[in-house]
């Protein structure tokens, strides 16, 4: 377990106790569940060590996928339901023995998308949304459709470049933590007992992405020169 904390900074720490205190006082103020802070804390976790390029990140993020699977049934988001089952628990085990292959000690070797890469990403994306979209409209409990859909589709993109070991998975991220913000925003109008907390977990996402294209960045630049 040690291993986990050996190199973080001033600043990741500081980032993980701050969003951390966040959720506690949150979960006490609105009565949420302990289940509830779990997929939260696990959540965090998970981000912050991809940003770091650790391995331990797929360990806490099969946590989060099948807590957060759960939370996302509950508020009738069927299309997170599905992402996070068919598409995140097999990823998470491809993941990890990818990133297991490409290591120079403790460090994860980082790519850069050419400019076709990233266009084909944005199209497929774009395509992808408005195609499952319209599938979940036809969802007589379905919640927000097409901005659970955009989340879903950005998220099996920003997955795929993420095993890949692309930096540009966190431009993905930061446009799919802002949508599904804005999606729990939604939720918690309508009334979602968990709403609250996925808010502030998301948002701490989007604060994590902006730091991890910052890394992958410099580390992406290291691995080509």
């Known amino acids: 377990m040690k291993r986990i904390w050996r190199d973080w900074n001033a600043y990741e720490m500081a980032w993980l106790g701050l969003f951390s205190g966040i959720a506690i006082v949150l979960t006490v103020i609105m009565k949420d569940t302990l289940f509830g802070f779990t997929v939260f804390l696990t959540g965090v976790l998970c981000v912050v060590l991809a940003a770091k390029g650790k391995l331990m990140t797929y360990v806490f993020g099969m946590y989060n996928t099948f807590g957060y699977a759960y939370l996302a049934y509950n508020n009738g988001l069927f299309g997170e339901v599905m992402l996070n089952l068919l598409f995140f628990v097999p990823m998470n085990v491809i993941g990890f023995v990818l990133w297991k292959r490409h290591r120079h000690g403790d460090k994860l070797a980082m790519r850069q998308l050419n400019r076709s890469g990233l266009l084909l990403a944005a199209v497929v994306s774009l395509a992808g949304s408005l195609s ?94």
């Open 132 to 225: 499952l979209g319209l599938g979940l409209s036809f969802i007589p409990e379905q919640n927000s459709p097409y901005i659970d859909a955009l989340t879903t589709v950005l998220s099996i993109t920003a997955t795929f470049l993420m095993v890949r070991r692309f930096k540009e998975q966190w431009l993905v991220y930061i446009v799919l933590n802002l949508f599904t913000v804005l999606l729990w925003v939604i939720r918690t109008l309508d009334g979602s007992p968990d709403g609250m907390l996925m808010i502030v977990m998301w948002s701490a996402y989007l604060v994590n992405a902006l730091y991890g294209y910052y890394i992958w960045n410099k580390g992406a630049k290291e691995a080509a020169s």
